[in-house]
């Protein structure tokens, strides 16, 4: 199954890092207990949820959702490694640079 990951804006804040987050640790954000365990899933694929699977389901994958040459360059750089660091830490990662069809539309990099 191909599953793509959104948000419910404008019910709650469109943060793609949260959402990472929330599938990687299953956990609850008012208590810290853990729903689901067997439901995590790694970084990767949760990555992929909101990037080519999100491409797929809006059936675009040939132009968008993975850097590649003659797809459209949209990504954001943050301040962070997310491989390097606690899945709790994802959704405080500050996005430095956000590029959109290859232009950067959003540059935070002076206070970085």
């Known amino acids: 199954m191909t599953v ?3 948000s419910d804006a404008p019910v ?3 943060d793609w890092r949260q959402g990472v987050a929330t599938m990687i640790l299953r956990e609850s954000k008012a208590s810290g207990r853990v729903s689901g365990a067997d439901q995590r ?4 694929e949760a990555l992929r949820t909101y990037t080519i699977n999100g491409a797929w389901q809006d059936f675009a994958e040939a132009w968008k959702g993975s850097l590649e040459i003659g797809k459209v360059a949209d990504l954001c750089v943050l301040d962070r490694d997310l491989l390097s660091i606690d899945p709790h830490e994802i959704p405080s990662a500050r996005v430095l640079m956000t590029v959109l069809d290859g232009q950067i539309v959003h540059d935070n990099t002076e206070v970085a």
Not at 41 to 44: D, K, R, S
């Open 12 to 14: 709650t804040y469109p």
């Open 41 to 44: 899933i790694t970084l990767a």
């Open 4 to 6: 793509a990951s959104g």
